[in-house]
């Protein structure tokens, strides 16, 4: 599908020696989740250390940076990118000096009540130099009551709407935390005796580390000289996982939810076989997005699967079009369809989703003229038609093309032959997992929280202050 | 397979106001075929500008420098990376400026007899600045008789030996040339009036040219403002076009030797499939090289295909191992086994060929540990034991995994439960043009034309000059 | 002397419209404040535009980002730098959004009771995340009661204790302001209908700017769209000038406190030749910080002036020794005396001032080495016996050479003939202006305000923390 | 005076185990020299290593990359900047593989003969890829007759007319040359048993070295295993040492020509205050440049010296005038004229010269904006008539005000109350060598060695070539 961005990877290691190095490799499987910056904070329990920067693990990190980081525990992120508006005070890990002592923090997810918190907090006296919910999650731990810091994170926690999985960095130790319906995903797992916890399990395989547990939708877990704790912060929970992390974000290799992300995808194109009303030649996937759903479809159908578009791995984020003349070049620079492959053939086109239109739009008219002759797609799960706001970044309601057109439609301005969703029901049905413990309110406009009125129109200042 | 380089890419262009553009844009498309530098010569018959330097084209070009190159004809070229020896001097399009007239050269190949062709100019007094077959073919050019720029090119020619695709640049047009054997691809496509010329057809997809015609072995195009005028330079030839194109080089969405690579490769996997002994669950492609082998093994065999192993995009060549203590790490961070799908699986991994085999010990290792119960591997060519000395920098004989065991004492020391490689006969008999065509010297060790003596270990001076 | 750091440079314009590029310029006069950081923010009344990065304000500002600047307001800053801990996070103008408005400020100065102020903040929960004073000023203004900016700056101020001239950014205006002693200069010039604020009249003579006063020690200035108002936030005001802005920081073409640095610097080196005890054949200054006192120790004695030492311009910052061991080299790099001018003569070397004496003691050997016969060093301003709290950033009491030895001990550790200091009593007398106005603290140890116990040692946490 | 540039300066060791390093510090001595580009090429006797880049030396060279040149002998090389055309192929030392050995060269001055000796060996066959003298140079040596080095060089420099100070690197060692009228300078001295060769001798003082002698005109030194020869290679020589060299571009800490540059420099502000005709209040230079006559102008007038003109060092080569209606910034931004020293005064301003006069015009009009009386200005040389082919690169006669205008049109074209030129035989006179010795042609028009007819309007090609 067209690329969308979602909030976060998060990464936290407790008590070994080589950990930045573990978080550096973490954040590196982590890096699918967010590109616009990167950042370790970690501690020998003498001293704090902490490098972030803007752009992809590979450029924030270097030999010499990775060097002087030190330290046997620590937290990680990796941080989307959207367009222009990538500004260097929100990279994370966060991090304050308060009292003397220093507070860390990693979130992936966004709050739903940022704004009133953050409106209560300045009539407190509260100054804020982000943009970012972890500065005013942080504002709030500090001023929160409690003996120790489990009760003060507990309390703070509580005060939160929204998405959040979140690391905490203190000079003891870290603290994993999910919200309490846990939409999106936190897994710990073992490496000889440390702790590690990811985001996502690919992180695991990569570092060498055991699958041990998900955190828990409102669970928190410390981590320090006595070891792992567990601690449920809220008094129950109604599971709300983003099945969207199942559709499209996730990697294929990870295990999220505790369920496989590979086998979830190839059963949602298996669904779709079922359900998909056209016949075709070739099984086409759109690569890599749509591959697995399109090996499930092609099985199932028994319609050959043919790689037949190529991408271009050397695009990168640096492509420059210096001209405008060249018809259809930004496609056809990530995606070539194979000629030889389509021509003459009746193909069907394998899509994870699509949001707004227009690029799926420019690969089908690329089909086109590499020869199809009819082009039937198939999308591997409902039509999106609401915005999330729970950490995915979907255009407004306005831009998503499904909540504007019917599909009939929609199929008329793509230049398909024939167009077809995977149902509700049968996305839900195609889980592994109890179709109740999911949130789809992209799909269905029912959101289990609601969003603060203001919410994605905040704007504080009559003047608009921009870092250039 | 291990990634191990070629020579280059090359790109053309006459009588196009967006020349720079379409130049650009063709060296993206070939960005695989070399990724060390990147250049671009052009004119609008007044003036002459380049653009060179050391990197992927999206990194030596950027809107500036573009916006700087104008003119309607020019040449450009990528060069392949190799460790260490990375030298600013070494970029092409290679030129140089005699008797008042400038003459700029792109090759993709390598020569046979560079040792003596340079000896001899040495003794004519001539002086090298490079290391560059490029710089002797030039200098044979400005000395060569001829009464125009066609009768000393086909002068020039005519001393070289070994492979050697060519554009000339030259201040009235440019000039196509393939040596008689025709080892490395070269294609003609016409966009709008205008003549184009890659070295693969994906460039032409891209820039929306029409395909016209190869230039065929021992053939010489001049583009001028007369056109395009075809002209034979040698007086027969014997085709030995590079199998190893198809195999692993060209992009599967390119037609190259006038075959689809797309086809060829999956052909491969068919045949592959015919004489494999062994069977098993799934059939696993190492992404993305064994993808359309192992599609076409796939189909042939009826066994589930599974792209059970996920790639890291965004590993790029900046990738540092600043410790060396986590185990395999290098070979999970870019490939990583989904264990859900390899589990107590018996595997049949696709590959399309072994050079040194170390990295595909380390693959069969990660397989292992992901807990698949068999491991059969399938090479869709047969085993490689010898050098190539026309443009394919494989390692030396020692170092060809292929050259120094037998089949059986590789499966060993990959660690698999079985090895097979297509047979020598059984890939010829996959191309879909006469199998009489081909060069397999690193196949068989027969070279169609010798190599000279000292190839490969031609050091001229008693001290080794190394610019840092 | 040896280079010591002050804390910074101060630029502001209200209502111009090539504001950003008249504070551009005024940046670039005022590097010698400080050559860490730099940074413009501006504004249109519609939009705040904001511009920060390390290094000198030729590295920071290019015509990118200097066209991308638009507003007919604004301030900005140029930042000492101080080796290792130089940190992006506290670069100037700083700014926050507090209950959407945007408040800026740029500081020259330093407090003396931060840690209590900040202790306090903290305690009524403000949250730090710079080292700056600025900041603390930032959150004590915000919490300020009052029915205007006026009210809440002036509140604000009381508070502070120490050495502070500020530029304060509002959404209307910019206001100035001087500590009641002002140590710190600050000006005031005119444009055209402009405003203009400047640390130092340098600034104005590029920009073209006229002179108009100075801002007062207790004065505020607000610029809107009323014009200029001036009030006095403090009750009374006891004159504290730095007198080292004479010696040392300022530049010569600069006036300060309402008088002309060079004449002063001048005077200086008169009184120092009525004092001086020796006699020599050439007055030699250490280029450039000793010129103007060595003409006029030169024309009052009536010995002849030589530039003999010669400064190397190309040093700049980038400067690398990679070997340790050629000796001298670090010396004689920045300055290498003229055998010809000096060998076998009896010099006096003229000296602004000596710090630690260790950068002194290599010049002193490199002009023994150049055959120089005696040598006596005149010092244009007494011995520094003691650290200064108000923003001159010297070392500590250990490392300041007269704290620990007496003058003829200081004599012996330079390897000197003669050294001879200005007397307090000479140094006061030659200043244009009341000799009472004065703070020398750094020469006496008396210190106008007491500086907190804690000063200079402010640890707050047990861990501390780098970002690297 | 305005900024002129010329061609080169050289640096050059045998046989001491800190080759590179003192090769680095002997071009950061002569960085006056040539700022454009700069480089270094050293060798063991096994392996030769060489660095070079674009920018001053502290930018080319760093720890890392020195720490990788590794040698005992070698040369080095900074080179001008002229604004535009900088090339990174014209970067030097340049060297050149021939027949198995490795030639090096590094080059001052200018030929005068090139585009003749050029087209000669075109015909012969050679190709050049760059357009500096030093590339015909090595062509030439490597088609010498000749038994050895010696003689082949000997040969060679013969070939050459013009001015040339020359380095040569062979694999045994270094050779060090002048043209037989000597106009650049070049020094040899030793550290320990080492030789060193310098432009100037201000690199001996920086590395510790003892001035031996000048390489004579005509004189070339090798330097090998045996230690050094001395050859004269030219049958005669007629010294042609270049005057200007002690006028404008040595450094003052020098010794050139074996004599002092600082004596000579403030004995022709003696002179000129011999023949001066007007009176003043106060002696005034342009700094850094006219400094040492003012002293010498000031003591022998006995007119007090003022240093009333400030340098802002911060300036350096990326200062960006972004918009263009601060009358003047440009002027400003470097030298600013302090006001209290001036008003009211008349003025004796001392250039060391006038070339294109525009600057010259600036820096007066901001002297009377700064309020003086009457500015009489002194320039100590005679009037610049006439270009240099010998390695100054002084714009053509057209831009020469000199050249064009009478000394009073050009006294009212600047803005002047008076204007005197030092005389041709007060400059000669003020030489404390003999006379005869030096070239004057940019004061005079008469050449001592006629340039070859189309010299500084040398187009090879049709079409102009640039590397963008």
């Known amino acids: 599908m067209e690329e969308i961005k979602e909030n ?37 329990g003498r001293e704090i250390l902490t490098h972030r920067g803007m752009g992809l693990v590979s450029e924030v990190f270097n030999g010499s940076n990775l060097e002087n980081l030190k330290g046997d525990f ?27 002592k ?14 009133r918190l953050k409106a209560s907090l300045e009539k407190r006296g509260a100054i804020f130099q982000t943009t970012m919910d972890s500065e005013i999650i942080l504002h709030l731990l500090v001023r929160s009551p ?68 998900d955190v828990q939708p409102g669970e928190m877990l410390l981590f320090d000289r006595k070891g792992m704790e567990s601690f449920f912060w809220a008094e129950g929970s109604i599971k709300k996982y983003c099945i969207f992390e199942f559709i499209y974000f996730a990697r294929p290799d990870s295990r999220i939810f505790e369920t496989s992300v590979y086998s979830t995808r190839k059963r949602l194109g298996e669904k779709l076989a079922d359900e998909f009303p056209f016949d075709g030649d070739i099984v086409l996937p759109i690569p890599d997005s749509g591959n697995l759903a399109a090996i499930g479809f092609s099985q199932k159908r028994n319609i ?74 198939g999308v591997s799960c409902p039509p999106i038609i609401s915005p999330c ?13 499904a909540s504007n057109k019917s599909t009939e439609e929609i199929r008329k301005f793509l230049g398909l032959d024939g167009l077809y969703y ?29 969003p603060e009125k203001c919410f994605g129109k905040y704007r504080l200042g009559k003047c608009a202050l921009k870092d250039i």
Chains 1, 2, 3, 4 share one sequence.
């Open 146 to 213: 409690g003996k120790n810091i489990k009760e003060k994170i507990a309390y703070t926690l509580k005060k939160l709407k929204g998405a959040f999985s979140l690391l905490f960095f203190t000079e003891n130790g870290i603290i994993a935390a999910r919200d309490s319906h846990g939409w999106r995903p936190l897994s710990v797992g073992k490496i000889n005796n440390s702790y590690v916890i990811a985001s996502e399990t690919c992180a695991f395989d990569l570092i060498g580390a055991k699958y041990i547990k």
């Open 422 to 450: 995977l149902s509700l029901e049968g996305m839900l049905s195609s889980m592994l997992i109890s179709k109740d413990v999911f949130c789809t309110s992209c799909f269905t406009g029912k959101y289990p929280v609601k």
């Open 74 to 100: 620590g937290i990680g992120h990796v941080r989307y990118s959207t367009t222009g508006s990538s500004n260097v005070k929100n990279v994370q890990p966060f991090y304050i000096e308060y009292q003397g």
């Open 8 to 44: 976060c990877g998060l990464a936290g290691i407790y008590r070994n020696e080589s950990a930045p190095k573990i978080l550096y490799f973490s954040l590196f499987s982590l890096q699918h989740r967010g590109q616009e910056s990167a950042g370790i904070m970690v501690s020998d």
């Open 102 to 115: 220093t507070y860390g923090i990693a979130h992936n997810g966004n709050l739903v009540n940022s704004y």
């Open 304 to 377: 050959p699967l043919e790689m037949g578009i190529i991408k271009n791995h050397y695009i990168g984020r640096t492509f420059i079009q210096p001209y405008q003349k060249i018809r259809d070049v930004d496609v056809k620079i990530k995606l070539n369809p194979v000629r030889s492959i389509i021509e003459n053939k009746n193909i069907i086109v394998i899509e994870d989703s699509i949001v707004r239109g227009t690029t799926c739009k420019n690969r089908v008219s690329a089909l086109r003229q590499a020869g199809a002759k009819k082009i039937y797609m």
């Open 389 to 401: 706001y729970y950490g995915i970044d979907f255009p407004s309601k306005k831009e998503l093309i």
